[in-house]
Nanobody
Framework: QVQLVESGGGLVQAGGSLRLSCAAS????????MGWFRQAPGKEREFVAA????????DYGDSVKGRFTISRDNAKKTVYLQMNSLKPEDTAVYYC????????????????WGQGTQVTVSS
């Protein structure tokens, strides 16, 4: 089993940056692809980014491409999400999760979710 704890969220002005962290504990973290999702009030959970087990492959949702960067440090059992050029529409609770099957774009293919961290971008 894997436990995940997100941190790094907060309030930032439009155009600013934040770096989210997702610390994992438990077995075999380095064996899994990891993903970030977000959910804004009244909206469905949205795919943000994913990274392969060794960091060699990354992918992003269309709304964040070119602004967000996902990375990982397996020695520290941590996944990061660097968010630049933030916009008010990036406001959401951000979650990390462990990808376990099939398409990594779909949240139902993930297990072991963190509790989430709130990101609020003011205009």
């Amino acid at each position: 089993q894997v436990q995940l704890v997100e941190s790094g969220g907060g309030l930032v002005q439009a155009g600013g940056s934040l770096r989210l962290s997702c610390a994992a504990s438990g077995r075999t973290f380095s064996s899994y692809r990891m993903g970030w999702f977000r959910q804004a009030p009244g909206k469905e959970r949205e795919f943000v980014a994913a990274i392969s087990w060794n960091g060699g492959s990354t992918d992003y949702g269309d709304s964040v491409k070119g602004r967000f960067t996902i990375s990982r440090d397996n020695a520290k059992k941590t996944v990061y999400l660097q968010m630049n050029s933030l916009k008010p529409e990036d406001t959401a609770v951000y979650y990390c999760a462990v990808h376990v099957r099939l398409s990594y774009y779909m949240d139902l293919n993930y297990d072991y979710w963190g509790q989430g961290t709130q990101v609020t971008v003011s205009s």
